[in-house]
């Protein structure tokens, strides 16, 4: 099935819906030009996710037993172990890499990953590109032109 999908997909060739008109969010007028729609999605959301916490931790009791919590680096194994677990399918992330490709050859991804995220571990620093991620609108039933 995916592969008449797929087939399908090349034969109609690139077809993307337009984007819908978002509203402004003050008068609640349509913004028409693409880029201010853009613009608007990223204070939308920058707005969204960037909230301060509704609960101080300070409140919160710290509980009085000491777990067993391996803080080494990662090894080989739990390097290995991860990559089985990744989700055929999926879309590559930002980085472009698909899933298919990490999984293909686990011993060479392993061992290329491995000295990556001992020095990471090492050095208490996650790469900036990390940090990024896809956001994808899904519309809900209301008005799809409110943000």
Not at 17 to 44: A, H, M, S
Not at 48 to 66: K, Q, T
């Amino acid at each position: 099935m995916k592969q008449l999908y797929d087939t399908t997909k090349k034969l109609a060739g690139k077809h993307s819906k337009p984007e819908r008109p978002v509203n402004e969010r003050e008068e609640g007028r349509p913004i028409t030009e693409i880029q201010q729609q853009r613009n608007r999605w990223v204070e939308y959301f920058e707005e969204l996710l960037n909230r301060p916490a509704s609960m101080n931790p300070r409140d919160i009791e710290a509980a009085h037993i000491d777990l067993p919590i391996d803080v080494n680096p990662p090894t080989t194994e739990e390097i290995r172990m991860a990559i089985r677990k990744i989700k055929s399918g999926e879309a590559a992330g930002p980085n472009n890499i698909p899933d298919e490709a990490l999984k293909s050859y686990i011993e060479v991804t392993t061992n290329m990953l491995h000295p990556l995220l001992k020095k990471i571990w090492r050095e208490k620093q996650v790469p900036k590109d990390w940090k990024e991620g896809h956001l994808i609108k899904i519309p809900k039933k209301e008005d799809l032109s409110r943000c």
